[in-house]
């Protein structure tokens, strides 16, 4: 059995997607698009809101070697787009919630309109009902566990609509992706689209209830990060990055809400959107959170992209 805890499977999600305007005319003309050109002078303006990656004892980067990804890489690497056919992020709440688990899940669905500027549609929860015993155990006390197989083969699929770009789903069970391993916060299916989370972890530490800022922030973290995955964004390791991987919740807690210069390039082009615009809109949501210091530090970022015209 595995004693050290698993955080989101990222490495399962990269290098699966395929771009679905993988055409011979996009090959040839993306890497040269002015907008690239554009783009790459502007992440320059954000440098310095960020810190050179910090890679400590049991981090990620550790025990997980990677290149990393500059914007340039990304739009080499011909990824996977939102299109005018696929362009809705969908949140889907999978079980019954607190009072407390729904505004982090309204939140989140708040903060991911903002964040890749996509229109984004919040489901009502569906209940988690009738799982098979071969699809669940009990390893804790007062702690059933789903396996992430039952999610992403049978309840998943049939709830992806068309226009999907990405179905992100989060439930309150805690899950775990095989029974050698002890949980997993959770797990996603590039080439279908969706994804499911447990918001089981990230609400406590240890026996302790995590503040409430402290659980929006893991859940935002999460939820923007494997989107990411979802149009092909790597890992990041220029930078402290939320695209950075990460080992433990810990290592989340300590990387920043916001991708860096290079990661914020990559969705400017793939989505797009005018990143002034974007930091305008993410500075909103904070201010209606009355997180001033998250509120201040989007509206500098706002001015250091020119600001919005
Ligand atoms: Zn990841
Ligand atoms: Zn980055």
New binding site residues.
């Given amino acids: 059995m595995k004693l050290f805890a698993i955080v989101l499977l990222c490495v399962a999600l990269l290098g699966c997607g395929k771009a679905p305007d993988d055409t011979p005319s996009n090959r040839t003309s993306t890497p040269k698009d002015e907008s690239v050109r554009r783009l790459s002078k502007t992440k320059d303006s954000l440098v310095r809101f960020f810190q050179p990656m910090d890679v400590r004892d049991g981090d990620w980067l550790r025990s997980h070697p990677e290149d990393g990804e500059t914007f340039e890489d990304y739009v080499e690497s011909r990824p996977t787009r939102p299109t005018a056919e696929r362009n809705k992020i969908y949140v889907q709440p999978l079980g019954t919630f607190s009072p407390a688990q729904m505004k982090v899940v309204k939140l989140t669905a708040e903060y991911l309109r903002a964040f890749y500027s996509l229109p984004v549609v919040l489901r009502d929860p569906n209940p988690v009902e009738k799982v098979p015993l071969e699809m669940q155990r009990v390893q804790y006390p007062n702690n059933r566990q789903i396996r992430t197989s039952y999610f992403l083969d049978n309840i998943l699929p049939p709830l992806l609509p068309n226009d999907a770009a990405a179905l992100i789903c989060f439930t309150n069970f805690d899950l775990y992706p095989e029974d050698t391993w002890n949980y997993v916060f959770g797990q996603a299916s590039l080439e279908a689209r969706v994804g499911v989370w447990s918001l089981w972890r990230l609400e406590r530490d240890g026996q302790k209830r995590t503040d409430a800022d402290r659980f929006l922030d893991r859940t935002l973290k999460i939820a923007t990060h494997e989107t990411g995955h979802m149009f092909s964004m790597r890992h990041?390791k220029?930078?402290e990055?939320?695209?950075?991987g990460t080992n433990s919740l810990d290592e989340t807690d300590r990387r920043p809400l916001d991708?860096?210069p290079?990661?914020t390039m990559k969705i400017a082009w793939a989505v797009p959107y005018q990143p002034a615009e974007r930091y305008k809109n993410l500075a909103e949501f904070w201010r209606k959170q009355k997180r001033s210091s998250e509120e201040k530090l989007m509206l500098e970022k706002m001015q250091a992209v020119g600001g919005v015209k």
Avoid: D, H, Q, R
């Avoid at 990055?241 to 950075?244: D, E, R, Y």
């Fill in positions: 990041c220029k930078y990055c939320l695209m950075s991708t860096c290079e990661c």
